[in-house]
């Protein structure tokens, strides 16, 4: 499966084989751009973290690599594509993952489940953190409760 997504000042390529390249480009005011193309292999994928931004429906993906024979670390690349693909980014996401055995795929703030424990951990101030809205009933069920038992 070839796939192709346009984000802002980013797309990504899937060839169906062997890379997912990132390209980006940056205008700086004279004719053409500069940029650059990172490619890397599927299988170096960690994780695949997907942020729904409920202001314009947008969605940024953020692939973790780390890349075969690299001792320096993990390599983290993003895109944020529009409301209009952030369906079938997401659909391709999920393939990936589940093609690649991408063990961490985070969905915490696309379908409303909790952070994962690696997005908790990332944060500075976890307990502060915005949670999902499912979070949120069962802190005010519990606190409900605790009212009327003090009563």
Request: aromatic letters at 12%; glycine letters at 10%; proline letters at 4%.
């Amino acid at each position: 499966m070839s796939f192709r997504l346009r984000g802002d000042g980013v797309r990504l390529d899937f060839d169906g084989r062997r890379w997912l390249v990132f390209s980006w480009s940056r205008r700086d005011g004279s004719a053409g751009g500069v940029g650059g193309r990172l490619y890397m292999e599927p299988e170096c994928c960690l994780s695949i973290a997907g942020r729904l931004d409920g202001h314009d429906g947008s969605l940024r993906l953020a692939f973790r690599f780390r890349p075969a024979g690299a001792g320096a670390g993990d390599l983290v690349a993003e895109i944020v594509v529009g409301a209009d693909q952030a369906e079938p980014a997401w659909q391709f996401a999920q393939w990936f993952a589940h093609t690649y055995r991408v063990q961490d795929v985070s969905a915490s703030w696309w379908d409303d489940t909790e952070p994962s424990a690696a997005e908790r951990e990332e944060s500075r101030d976890w307990l502060g953190s915005p949670v999902s809205p499912v979070t949120r009933d069962l802190f005010r069920s519990v606190m409900a409760r605790l009212t009327v038992a003090d009563s």
